[in-house]
């Protein structure tokens, strides 16, 4: 009983942290209200345009703004004061949404409106992102650091469960308008989460030198580090060939397995529940030091469920068992991705200084930006080989590439980072000691680890 007890303390220990308790809260809420509103945005876009391509132009605006106003959040986050830039930016979010909500609810609502305003999300969530991803080293011990990355992670795949359930089910008693209105209050809830966060250490860049030159320093920093070029450039896969795979769910669901519309809904629920499942495995293996063992499992995983998943209609099977082993398979699929983004994104925030923190997780942030790239080729080709031959072969194309990574560069075969020394306190606790001049700056230095 102790040692279970111990265990569970140790996944959730970056939850002990105060600051991290309450950032939890309001990152958790910003993306239950992100999450329901993808699902209300799409239903809403299919009722306006009663076509499919209003869903492929939602999912482009908000591709193309977050690929090219990315390396921008990253200089911004640096730059800036997080707390109080992210306060701003999902204060910005929950007045567009707002305005949406009223629209809908007075049926003034138009296709143009909800373009404009997923670009305005599509804006807000790349600068907003940076700052989060750079903010959470900065609220725990170093040595909670990957603990709390991972839960961040499982944080975001339990809100893909919860939030479009939600979404769907406030539909009928209150209307797209009144759940619309549902998500600006959980966007608020998000916003006054951050106000009992500290204010300092909240700023990495010490000496402004100029918005350009900021933003160029990011891309030089990375390419003097292989290690974080092919980290960023492996994580680049996962948009590009294994994302795209859920917006052909659908398909599936209706065609595929002929399992009616609460397959899609089961189908969503079980890749929440896979990607949590692998965010809270990877909460538990942040002292394992060979991080390119959990990457390439986590590959391997992946790939193969999902091309099993894909296939399991050919296997001779009945229709529900098909479907019973397509549920089991795409979750255990989700499970592999998981592990692979959570050890991608903690080993980069592992190797990145905190100078530049921002601006190199905005890079890895682009690598979203990237999905359009790969939703149109697959979507084109479900429509000429179907989705099933679609799916396996995108799945054996990322394994082949990622494996090809592996294959070609001993840096990421022999990948480690040892776990982080233990420190007394987090950046922001020192940094609010000196500024009340407890402590020097020197000493804030050997409490948070960064000098011996």
């Excluded at 909670?144 to 990355?149: D, G």
């Excluded at 991080?291 to 001779?316: D, H, N, R």
């Amino acid at each position: 009983m102790l040692s279970t007890r111990s265990s569970v303390s140790q996944m959730f220990s970056a939850l002990h942290e105060r600051d991290f308790r309450w950032y939890f809260v309001g990152h958790t809420s910003f993306f239950f209200a992100m999450q329901m509103n993808q699902l209300l945005r799409g239903y809403l876009a299919f009722q306006l345009t009663k076509s499919a391509v209003g869903l492929g132009l939602i999912a482009i605006t908000m591709g193309i703004s977050m690929l090219l106003v990315a390396p921008l959040g990253g200089v911004i986050a640096d730059r800036y004061n997080k707390r109080t830039l992210l306060i701003g930016v999902q204060l910005f979010v929950a007045v567009v949404n707002s305005v949406l909500a009223v629209l809908i609810i007075t049926d003034l609502i138009e296709f143009e409106h909800l373009l404009v305003g997923t670009l305005g999300l599509g804006v807000s969530i790349s600068i907003a992102m940076p700052a989060r991803q750079a903010m959470v080293p900065a609220l725990v011990p170093r040595h909670r650091m990957m603990n709390a990355i991972s839960l961040q992670m499982g944080s975001m795949n339990l809100t893909r469960i919860v939030g479009p359930a939600i979404g769907a089910l406030l539909i009928v008693p209150l209307g797209i308008g009144g759940a619309w209105a549902f998500g600006v209050a959980l966007y608020l809830v998000s916003v006054f989460a951050l106000f009992p966060l500290p204010r300092f250490g909240m700023v990495a860049t010490r000496k402004p030198t100029g918005f350009r030159r900021e933003l160029s320093d990011g891309f030089r920093y990375v390419a003097r580090h292989p290690q974080l070029r092919l980290l960023i450039a492996a994580g680049m896969m996962m948009p590009l060939f294994a994302f795209p795979v859920q917006l052909v769910l659908p398909v599936f669901a209706e065609e595929v397995f002929e399992q009616g519309p609460g397959a899609l809904g089961a189908l969503m629920a079980v890749a929440g529940v896979g990607g949590l499942a692998g965010a809270l495995i990877a909460a538990n293996l942040d002292r394992v030091s060979r991080k390119s063992l959990i990457l390439l499992v986590g590959t391997v995983i992946m790939s193969i469920s999902y091309i099993v998943f894909a296939q399991s209609t050919s296997l001779g099977l009945t229709r529900p068992t098909a479907f019973a082993l397509g549920l089991v398979t795409f979750g255990i699929g989700n499970v592999g991705g998981m592990l692979f983004m959570t050890t991608n994104d903690s080993t980069i925030q592992a190797l990145v200084s905190d100078e530049l923190r921002g601006r190199v997780m905005s890079l890895l942030m682009m690598s979203f930006g990237v999905m359009p790239l790969g939703i149109f080729p697959i979507a084109l080709a479900v429509d000429k080989f179907g989705a099933p031959a679609t799916v396996a072969v995108s799945s054996t194309l990322m394994l082949a590439s990622l494996l090809l990574f592996f294959a070609l560069s001993p840096r990421l075969r022999n990948l480690s980072v040892d776990a982080l020394a233990h420190a007394e306190l987090s950046p922001v606790q020192a940094s609010a000691l000196v500024a009340q001049g407890k402590i020097s700056q020197d000493d804030a230095e050997r409490l948070t680890g960064r000098q011996p």
